[in-house]
């Protein structure tokens, strides 16, 4: 029986995976602001051994990360897998309690914490992994090093796009904090998929999405790689894999100097 701790696990990707290792007989943590969501997702799984758990909270935020790690740590002893799901679809910009632009906080930010909080529990398991569903590889939006929560010309797909790059250098940081770890970090990208799209949309980007709900692939489909890779994951501390084909992660937008940059902004960040 393995432990999966899902983000964004009331609705879409997160949702199916959720039922898909409940029903497994796996021990489940959903995590999501919508708790009545995510007992309804587990109900869906029905009960066939382990434990269902959801954890609520607003990962936009810093200290609900950190709660969360407390939580399932007090729950549970280890946990093999991590994945990360959650985002949402800012058309302004908007910026968290914490005083950080919210995609920024739960598309970074929440990965950053809840990998670095969780890979002591992780390790203590035989095949451990975190997931990244994020949508690694080249995209035409360069990071934006002196204004990383876009203060200047806010776009919510460039602030995605953006949030790609910096969970691929994210993945390429951790895996160099953690030598000798047997934590394997895989960054994902399904493909185009029929989800539920959580965010807050313009009349433009809302045609696009609902395009993209009409001729994306079913969830049902998207979740298979991801599924493959966390039942048995690549022997590599870092892989990235692109509907099912591994892409390379040398320099470009995996550069180690730049991950590692990234790394110190990051914790600097956090320290105020």
Known sequence: MKTIVITGGTDGIGAALAVTYR???DNVVIVGRDAAKGVEVLDAAGD???????VPADLSLIGENDRVVKEIKAKFPTVDALVLCARYFNSRRTVTADG????????????????????DTLAETSSPVIMNVAGPGPNPVEIQWDDLELTRGYQGVNALMQG???????????????????????LLHPGSTATSFAGEYDPPTAAQIESMRRFGKPVAK?????????????????????EGRRIGIEGGGF??????????????????
């Not at 950080?100 to 890979?119: C, I, K, P, Q, V």
Request: proline share 8%; hydrophobic share 45%; glycine share 10%.
């Open 23 to 25: 029903r497994r007989g």
């Open 48 to 54: 066939v051994g382990g434990e269902g758990l959801v």
């Open 100 to 119: 950080f632009e919210h995609t920024f906080a739960l598309f970074y930010l929440s990965r950053f914490l809840l990998g670095h909080g969780l890979a």
């Open 164 to 186: 790609g790059r910096l969970n691929d250098l994210l993945g390429v940081a951790f895996a160099e904090r953690h030598p000798g770890s047997p934590i394997r970090y895989v």
């Open 222 to 242: 998207s979740i298979v790689p991801i599924v493959a890779a966390l039942d048995d994951p690549p022997p590599e501390p870092l892989s990235a894999i692109v």
């Open 255 to 272: 550069d180690r100097d730049k991950a590692l940059r990234l790394d110190r902004i990051t914790k600097e960040l956090l320290s105020r």
